[in-house]
């Protein structure tokens, strides 16, 4: 079974008045909101992963706080909520460090992943890695995902082409 993956669109990383904006993030708002509605409509699990940080996380010591958990920017925008999307919290980069996450793909039969958001070289990247790790398919969604760094960015994507996953377009969905 297919499902798709919304990693990390919240509003700190998405907007310019967010805590850790990346630059254009809320051009891909639009497309996010119609692959969500597209997986809510058809019935294809959306599992939604967001940073739900407290107020001293360890990652401050890296990154400017946000995504505080209970604050504005830790929410997800209104118009990618969908009925059915399956959140995954984490006070963490990578979504697989939440202890739910295998056993959910593995109940619900995954074995072809459709990922998108926030960041490539950050949370995109460990959710993509993790699920090569399980060997599932994947398909990167580029159009639906963005970057801080372009260099580190493309580095990234080249290192998933490299390990099989595959770039599509969501026109091709």
């Known amino acids: ?15 310019p008045a967010g805590a850790l904006y990346g630059k254009g993030a809320e051009l891909l708002v639009p497309a996010i909101a119609k692959l969500n509605r597209h997986a809510s409509d058809s019935g294809i699990p959306l599992i939604s992963s967001v940073c739900a940080h407290p107020e001293n996380a360890a ?24 009925p059915g999307q399956i959140v995954i919290a984490k006070d963490d980069l990578d979504m697989f460090s939440s202890p739910e996450v295998i056993p959910l793909l593995d109940r619900l039969q995954i074995d072809e992943c459709y990922v998108y958001g926030v960041f490539i070289e950050y949370c995109v990247k460990c959710a993509v890695e993790g699920l090569l790790k399980t060997g599932r398919k994947v398909n990167l969604i580029r159009d639906a995902t963005t970057w801080i760094d372009p260099k580190a960015g493309q580095e990234t994507l080249n290192s998933f082409v490299a390990r099989g996953a595959h770039l599509i377009s969501a026109s091709d969905i």
């Open 1 to 15: 079974m297919k499902a798709f993956f919304d990693i990390d669109t919240q509003i700190d990383f998405l907007y």
């Open 59 to 82: 990652e401050f010591r890296v990154w400017p706080p946000h995504c505080v958990v209970d604050t504005v920017g830790q929410k997800k925008p209104p118009s990618v909520i969908v």
